[in-house]
């Protein structure tokens, strides 16, 4: 309690030094039954939390806050941007006709590998294994770092457990490695690579649609969505590069923009940031809690995440940045 205070404190002061920004970060906004991650917002609450940003804040266009941030100009009071990470084609399908309707914009950061694919981004393949009644083996092995855990999977709350580890220790495992393994699960498990056609991201076609909106923009979040930190400058610059490269192409225009995959401080590293300038983009953003000031680095920018709140709830979480 005394260090939320204490951050409390700290915002107030900075507030009134420098008007802050926040960027919320979302990631799906659809219905599902299961969502162990918490990454949906139902598109009900969508629309309230949008209309209640363009009715109470600054609701700023990308270009426009990223001109901003990138000069470390004074930001209008208020002021709030929208982004949503990965690439889920409910994004397209939910997300962008809410925003047309409410003459908002956001920014999506999509992450290429599955792209025009019926295959699931990792975390939910792990889903369908462990927590969606697959027949399994009473124990799952995996090997990898070096070492082996054994996961298992009886009861419910074995899985929920399993499920908890095994996401963890896939997050810090390298792309080949990681995908291998996933591949291992599925097929112990009697499941094929395909996944569920909720699951799946955004296909070409959907991508020149969301990118010859005005609701949207896009951004790079890499290709096969790895904790940079865990890479070589090489491989990071591949990955980034490859996923800037292929939207590039498919837009037939510069992408500017860039996300860290998970986005914590230690997710990213100082070589993360020096390709990030590399590339020219105009911000990068992490997924560490916190608001944008002026003095904000522009390839390291905070975000709020955002859960399915109603619009109250919603409120009361935004206000926490605003206070003077």
């Known amino acids: 309690m005394f260090r939320s205070l204490l951050g409390n404190g700290r915002r107030y002061l900075f507030n009134l030094v420098d008007t802050p920004a926040v960027i919320l970060l979302y990631h799906r906004v659809t219905r599902l039954k299961s969502d162990p991650q918490l990454l949906a917002v139902d598109p009900d609450n969508f629309y309230e939390q949008v209309r209640l940003l363009k009715r109470d804040y600054t609701l700023l266009e990308i270009d426009e806050f990223a001109e901003m941030a990138s000069g470390h100009r004074r930001l209008p009071k208020k002021a709030v941007v929208i982004t949503f990470d990965d690439g889920y084609v409910d994004n397209c399908v939910e997300a962008l006709p809410i925003l047309e309707s409410l003459g908002a914009q956001a920014l999506f950061f999509i992450t290429t590998s599955n792209v025009d694919t019926p295959y699931e981004l990792w ?25 082996e855990l054994r996961l298992p999977t009886v009861s419910v709350e074995d899985r929920k457990v399993s499920y908890a580890r095994c996401h963890w220790f896939l997050k810090y495992t390298r792309p080949a490695e990681r995908n291998e393994i996933i591949d291992n699960l599925l097929a112990n498990a009697g499941l094929g690579k395909e996944g569920r056609p909720t699951h799946r991201m955004m296909s070409m076609a959907e991508l020149m649609k969301m990118g010859r909106s005005g609701s949207a923009v896009i951004g790079a979040h890499t290709h096969n ?11 990071q610059a591949e990955e980034i590069g490859k996923s800037v490269k292929i939207l590039g192409t498919a837009l037939d225009r510069k992408i500017e923009y860039f996300s860290y995959p998970y986005g914590m401080k230690r997710d990213a590293n100082e070589d993360s940031m020096r390709i990030c300038r590399e590339n020219g983009f105009r911000i ?12 904000t680095d522009p390839v390291r920018l905070p975000r709020v995440l955002v ?5 109250q709830a919603f409120a009361n979480q935004l206000s926490k940045f605003f206070r003077y």
């Open 284 to 295: 990068a953003c992490s997924n560490h809690y916190g608001q944008v000031h002026s003095w």
């Open 307 to 311: 859960r399915n709140w109603e619009r």
């Open 225 to 235: 969505h790895p904790v940079l930190s865990l890479l070589s400058y090489a491989e």
């Open 123 to 147: 975390w939910d393949q792990l889903e369908r294994v462990f927590l969606l009644d697959a027949a399994l083996p009473p124990v799952l092995g995996i090997r990898g770092h070096s070492r």
